[in-house]
């Protein structure tokens, strides 16, 4: 945004500091009027014909900017990817070990990165690495939706975990009562 001197076109349009529109106007009496009123003359848009300028406290109106950036900072939430890294033979406590910790992983709101590492013969039998990510999304199903798919990547194969949404739990259809069937004439029994 330019401001003040830094304005070099000879006419723009004017708006007060209320938002009152003051006309189109040369720029030095449009300077002088913000000088006398203890204010900058800040242009809003450029690309107008002719720019739009607005009588304004400058500095204030920065700090408001930056106030309401740093709120908007606040709000957002970083997701990171986590990686648990397994291979095609893996044991089932070191299985339940590397789950745990992807489940505590996607409860912190992370995604979850599952790598199966192949080595020598083993890409071969990628299918036990396929098998292994398999159970890997049946322990997670109920907190966790499949982002991206089981891909092989060189010699890993990787999966993508995200966590379910909250709040978005598919709500059940109250069950109608034996009563209300039968005054509907369906008579409760099919």
């Given at each position: 945004m330019r401001i003040n001197e830094e304005i070099h076109i000879r006419e723009v349009r004017v708006t007060s500091a209320t938002g009152e529109q003051l006309g189109?106007?040369?720029?030095?009496?449009?300077?002088?009027?913000?000088?006398?009123?203890?204010?900058?003359?800040?242009?809003?848009?450029?690309k107008a014909r002719p720019p739009v300028c607005r009588i304004m406290d400058f500095g204030k109106?920065?700090?408001?900017?930056?106030?309401?950036?740093?709120?908007?900072?606040?709000?957002?939430?970083?997701i990171t990817i986590k990686e648990v890294k397994l291979r095609p033979?893996?044991?089932q406590?070191?299985?339940?070990?590397?789950?745990?910790?992807?489940?505590?992983?996607v409860e912190?709101?992370?995604?979850?990165?599952?790598?199966?590492?192949?080595?020598?013969r083993e890409m071969s039998h990628q299918e036990l690495g396929r098998d292994v990510l398999d159970r890997v999304a049946e322990c997670m199903?109920?907190?966790?939706?499949?982002?991206r798919g089981a891909k092989v990547e060189g010699r890993n194969m990787?999966?993508?975990?995200?966590?379910?949404?909250?709040?978005?739990t598919p709500k059940a259809k109250p069950e109608r009562s034996e009563s209300n069937n039968e005054e509907q004439g369906n008579g409760g029994d099919k």
């Open positions: 189109i106007m040369q720029t030095r009496d449009a300077l002088r009027l913000a000088e006398e009123q203890h204010l900058d003359l800040v242009e809003v848009a450029p109106y920065r700090y408001e900017q930056q106030k309401r950036e740093k709120e908007a900072k606040k709000k957002q939430k970083v033979n893996i044991e406590h070191d299985f339940d070990v590397k789950l745990k910790n992807a489940l505590r992983f912190e709101g992370n995604k979850v990165k599952v790598t199966i590492m192949f080595r020598g199903k109920d907190k966790v939706q499949i982002e990787t999966m993508v975990l995200a966590p379910k949404p909250a709040g978005k």
